[in-house]
């Protein structure tokens, strides 16, 4: 486990990455953002689950990222990401290059997770220190949003096993993957867009500007 940690968080230095990730990178960084005042069906969605050695993103290890995406209101299974860190070869540039690969699949895609926190800080301090990016993107906070659509179901911040409980997902037995964490995140943020269209929150910059609302009024009330 040292290992990994070695080579996820203190890696190459973003000055000596390889040709073909900084390549990659400025690829990333020359892409445009697509525009958040679309509505939900014209938005592509990228939902994202992590696996990590604890909960604490300054001192735990990322050891995987699950992504897949939502786009005019169905579940793309061929456009789907996943890299489980504990099978590369820490010593080469396999990891950077994995993580260039989920920024250019993510695309500046709004991504949707369960608990911002916990999966963006994971993602943050990583993309920071093996490739100096500092990775902001739009978030769509499920934990928070969720009471917040569905009060009659849920009116506190709950587990994600409630919801999946809520709404007759089956999870199967025993525990879960990332990738089938994602995909149950990704049907439950289907039926939130459902509901958001009938509050009249039907764009993207709404969805993610009432996410922000929830968490803060949540927070400080």
Same mark, same amino acid.
């Given at each position: 486990?040292?290992?990994?940690?070695?080579?996820l =968080?203190r890696?190459? *230095? /973003?000055?000596?990455?390889?040709?073909?990730?900084?390549?990659?990178?400025?690829v990333? %960084? $020359?892409? !445009?953002?697509?525009p958040?005042?679309d509505?939900?069906?014209?938005?592509?969605y990228?939902?994202?689950?992590?696996?990590?050695?604890?909960?604490?993103?300054?001192?735990?290890?990322?050891?995987?990222?699950?992504?897949s995406?939502?786009?005019?209101?169905?579940?793309?299974?061929?456009d789907?990401?996943?890299?489980?860190?504990?099978?590369?070869?820490?010593?080469?540039?396999?990891?950077?290059?994995?993580?260039?690969?989920?920024?250019? =699949?993510?695309?500046? *895609? /709004?991504?949707v997770?369960?608990?911002i926190?916990?999966v963006?800080g994971?993602?943050? %301090? $990583?993309? !920071?220190?093996?490739?100096?990016?500092?990775?902001?993107?739009?978030?769509?906070?499920?934990?928070w949003?969720?009471?917040?659509?569905?009060?009659?179901?849920?009116?506190?911040?709950?587990?994600?096993?409630?919801?999946?409980?809520?709404?007759?997902?089956?999870?199967g037995?025993?525990?879960?993957?990332?990738?089938?964490?994602?995909?149950?995140?990704?049907?439950?943020?289907?039926?939130?867009?459902?509901?958001?269209?009938g509050?009249?929150?039907?764009?993207? *910059?709404?969805?993610?500007?009432?996410?922000?609302?929830?968490?803060?009024?949540?927070?400080?009330h």
């Amino acid at each position: 486990m040292l290992g990994l940690k070695k080579f996820l =968080f203190r890696g190459s *230095a /973003p000055a000596n990455l390889p040709d073909d990730v900084r390549a990659s990178l400025e690829v990333w %960084r $020359a892409s !445009k953002a697509p525009p958040l005042d679309d509505l939900h069906f014209h938005t592509r969605y990228v939902v994202v689950d992590i696996v990590s050695s604890g909960s604490n993103p300054e001192s735990d290890q990322l050891l995987g990222i699950a992504a897949s995406s939502v786009w005019k209101g169905a579940i793309q299974p061929d456009d789907t990401f996943y890299v489980d860190f504990s099978t590369l070869d820490g010593e080469g540039s396999t990891v950077d290059r994995e993580l260039t690969a989920f920024l250019l =699949f993510a695309a500046k *895609a /709004p991504l949707v997770t369960y608990h911002i926190p916990y999966v963006g800080g994971f993602l943050q %301090r $990583a993309f !920071k220190e093996r490739l100096g990016v500092d990775f902001q993107p739009q978030w769509v906070d499920l934990a928070w949003l969720m009471p917040s659509m569905f009060e009659d179901k849920g009116d506190s911040v709950m587990p994600f096993d409630h919801w999946i409980e809520v709404f007759g997902l089956d999870a199967g037995t025993g525990r879960r993957d990332a990738m089938t964490n994602t995909l149950l995140l990704a049907r439950i943020f289907q039926m939130l867009t459902v509901r958001a269209v009938g509050k009249q929150i039907d764009t993207a *910059a709404h969805l993610i500007d009432e996410s922000r609302a929830s968490s803060f009024l949540r927070r400080t009330h």
